[in-house]
């Protein structure tokens, strides 16, 4: 069974940085993709940022320039700097993994910057 658990949310003034951190446990497939969202309350789950297998990231406009993705040398975790944080930001943040047409995701962690 493929889990997936965060770490690293917390309360931080804008302006400030966090960095998230995502461990994947059970089996994992060599071609897949993993990513991070992020949900607003009242809003719908919007993309972050994603990383291929390969190491190819992409991310939305809103964070381009201020968060950068990486995945760890294991390729069973992913990690998110986020940089010059923005009240916008405040979200609970999620992990997910792509493979063989599936979606997994994590529990989430709140992320909350204060103006």
């Known amino acids: 069974q493929v889990q997936l658990v965060e770490s690293g949310g917390g309360l931080v003034q804008a302006g400030g940085s966090l960095r998230l951190s995502c461990v994947v446990s059970g089996r994992i497939f060599i071609i897949n993709t993993m990513g991070w969202y992020r949900q607003a309350p009242g809003k719908q789950r919007e993309l972050v940022a994603l990383i291929t297998n390969g190491g190819n990231p992409n991310y939305a406009d809103s964070v381009k320039g201020r968060f950068t993705i990486s995945r760890g040398p294991a390729r069973n975790s992913v990690y998110l700097q986020m940089n010059s944080l923005n009240p916008e930001d405040t979200a609970v943040y999620y992990c997910?993994?792509?493979?063989?047409?599936?979606?997994?995701w994590g529990q989430g962690t709140q992320v909350t910057v204060s103006s």
């Open positions: 997910s993994l792509v493979q063989i047409n599936r979606t997994y």
